[in-house]
Structure formats: C-alpha cells, structure tokens
C-alpha cells in the first residue's frame, strides 16, 4: 500500500474522474457508501476528484433495488435484480450521455467495483434462467466511457491496493495530464519532441519496442500533419505503459541512466551504484533506493537531458509509490 508523508504537495491538482460512492456519497442501491481511504486521503491531495454517480444521473431514487447487467454479454440489458420484465437500459444512457461527453478534461477515473454500472471487469451478465454467463462484462457507464476515451487511464478502486497496479495507473495519469497541458494545449512538433525526451527512459521501462519505434517515427515527422501525429503518437504512448514494468527491465533503464555519470563521477562511487541496483534487481530493496541515489548524482552531475528525464520522478515522491521491495 502506499502511505503519505510530510513532503509538500505540487500546486496543481490533477481532475480525476470517481464513482460517487467512493468518496463517501450515501448513493449505493441500499442508501449507503463505499468510501476508499485510498483516495480520500492519499490520493486526495493530488487529485481534484470529479465525482458521479450514473445511478442517481439516471432519475433512480436511493435507496433503491439492486440491478443487474441480462441477456446478451455483449449488449447486456440493465434490469433490477428483482423484476425480470424491468428494462432499464435507456433510462440509464439517458443519465450518463451528457457526463461521458465532457470527460474530455480529466486525466484519470477510479470506478467502484462489482457494479452493473460502474465496474471495470468481471462483471456478471445473466442468462434468462438466473444463472450468470462464464463471459463477464464491464459496467453500462464505464463501457462508454472507455469507448469515448479509450487512452484515459482507468481502474478500479479495488485492485489499487495492489501495488504495483497502484503505481502504475497513478505514473499513466500524471503522463496523461503532462501530455494535455504540455502537448495538447499548445501542439506543436516541437513540443511533441519536449514530451517524448523526457520520457524517453519510462518508455523503455515499459516497452522497448515502443521505445524504438516512437524515436523512429518521430524523427522524420516534422512536416506531416500534426494532427494525425498527435493522436498516433499518445495512443503508442498510452498503450505501450498500460502495464506495469518488469524488475529486470528497470534494472536496464537503472544502468543506461547510470551510464550518464561516466565521465563525471569517479569509477568506485559508479560501482557502489551498480551494488545498489543489483540489489533492487534481487529484490532486496525498493524502486526508490537506486533511483534516490541516482537521482542525486543526476542532479549534481547530470546533462539537462538525464536530469529532464521523468523517469526519476514520474509522479510526486511523497506518494511513496516505490517503495515497495
Ligand atoms: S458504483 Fe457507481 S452507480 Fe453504483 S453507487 Fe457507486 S457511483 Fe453510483
């Protein structure tokens, strides 16, 4: 789990998109909430949430009956779970139509599992005789919300508890935000360059092959439409870091980065280094040890292109996000 600190917070808060009942709204079918102390209190200081309940969007009172996803998975019927002959599909769309069309400015949207609503994953849909299909499906709401942007980092509440989920999606929400205000909002093929340099070492991190053919791709788009570069350029972006990187492939990036202090800090203080990220590469320590001390050397004794790097500091340190072994 990460846990806060006392480290000060940046100025800016990033608009992340949650389902109501995460932050404590009384909005669930039994007139109750699910509140997360994940994001009331460590992500709060972050985040500037946009909460909604699609639910309560949709005209449906609370408390209420429970409903449930029916019939075909893959254009599932909303229904309550106590009257079959219920169609409450339309209804629902209804609701969120006008809330899916202006999530254009969020950078991130953190979903209440289990919900026919709001879920992510693993959601049941059932047949006519009562018993679900093996094929799960995703919540009505968060289906077009992931179809209208389908770059925008997503998760549910409950797998942030896993770490290395947890970092993950927050480092694809801060490089989301720095790709809208940093590129989107002034774009040009300059900047787009600005961007990619400094995440160069993230994107080997996560994906060599991205790594490669993103440099590639943009050293010879200078003169195509910016446009089409743009969005081919932050889906390969945003698919290549969905996952969470490997021990071995941070280990790679540790030692390319190190390898910027050749000439400036003396062989034996490099090795004690290289000790460090081998420890890391055994597991016993943290992310956070090799890159600290990184860090620092980058700091002194960096170019302007390592110490630009977000790789070393993707998302505030204070979140603690690596600090797990
Ligand atoms: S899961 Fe979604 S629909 Fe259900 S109460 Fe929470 S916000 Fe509302």
């Known amino acids: 789990m990460p846990h806060r600190n006392t480290q000060p917070v940046p100025s800016y808060k990033i608009p992340v998109g949650i389902s109501a009942c995460l932050l404590g709204d009384n909005v669930r079918f039994n007139g109750g909430h699910s509140q997360s102390q994940l994001c009331m209190k460590t992500f709060a200081n972050y985040f500037d949430y946009v909460k909604f309940c699609p639910e309560v969007a949709a005209g449906f009172p609370t408390p209420r009956p429970s409903m449930r996803l029916t019939g ?7 229904r309550f779970t106590n009257d079959p002959t219920s169609e409450l599909t339309e209804q629902f769309i209804q609701g ?25 994953e693993r959601i049941k849909i059932y047949q006519e005789n009562g018993h679900p299909h093996q094929t799960r499906g995703r919540g009505l709401f968060t289906k077009a919300l992931m179809e209208k942007y389908p770059l925008l980092p997503v998760e549910e509440e409950g797998r942030l508890n896993d770490v290395h989920l947890c970092e993950n ?19 040009t093929y300059a900047n787009l360059l600005k961007y990619h340099s400094s995440y160069k070492y993230l994107l080997m991190a996560h994906s060599q092959q991205a790594y490669k053919s993103l440099g590639k791709r ?47 800090v003396p062989g034996e203080e490099r090795q004690d280094i290289a000790d460090v990220i081998e420890q ?26 390592i110490r630009a790097q977000r790789y070393l500091e993707p998302y505030p340190a204070a979140l603690g996000l690596r600090n797990h072994v």
């Open 96 to 120: 969120y139509q006008n809330k899916v069309e202006n999530c254009g400015e969020l950078d991130g949207y953190i979903l209440m599992k289990n919900s026919p609503s709001c879920g992510l």
């Open 280 to 305: 890391y590469q055994r597991g016993e320590v943290n992310l956070t040890t090799p890159v600290t001390l990184l860090h620092h050397y980058i700091k002194r004794d960096g170019s302007d292109y």
């Open 72 to 78: 075909n998975p893959d254009d599932p019927v909303l």
């Open 218 to 264: 943009l050293a010879t788009a200078a003169n195509e439409p910016l446009d089409e570069l743009l969005v081919e350029y932050q889906t390969t972006f945003m698919k290549a870091i969905e996952h969470p990187a490997k021990r071995g492939s941070h280990c790679n990036v540790l030692l390319h980065i190190l390898g910027y202090l050749k000439k400036t």
């Open 169 to 187: 999606f927050i480092m694809r929400v801060f490089a989301h935000y720095h790709f809208r205000n940093e590129v989107l909002a002034q774009p």
